[in-house]
């Protein structure tokens, strides 16, 4: 899996800090200077957002079910190409079994 090279991991201390040093391409007093009329005007005119409506009553928090371990024999040419794709190649596993036990269900 092909690693994505934009992307940059901070801790919230270096990113209050990058602010402070006046590192950051956000606008932080135009923001505070907005009402929340214009903040949902210009959430609105934005076209990443166009059409997307959450209803903040009806959400649920669904937490992950706990995994089983597992110790199991898999033919080594299988394996083997799961690993060759990158990090996470068990999670990928899990993913497909996931999606063949969906489909044995829908049947």
Not at 74 to 96: C, E, M, N, P
């Amino acid at each position: 899996m092909p690693k994505k090279g934009r992307i940059a991991r901070h801790t919230a201390e270096e990113l209050m800090a990058q602010q402070a040093r006046g590192e950051t391409r956000s606008d932080w007093a135009r923001a505070r200077a907005m009402t929340p009329a214009e903040i949902e005007q210009d959430i609105a005119s934005d076209p990443d957002e166009a059409g997307m409506v959450v209803d903040w009553e009806k959400v649920s928090i669904e937490l992950p079910k706990p995994e089983a371990d597992l110790h199991m024999r898999v033919d080594r040419d299988v394996l083997d190409w799961f690993k060759r794709h990158g990090k996470g190649y068990q999670t990928r596993i899990s993913a497909v079994l996931r999606s063949y036990v969906a489909r044995m269900r829908h049947r």
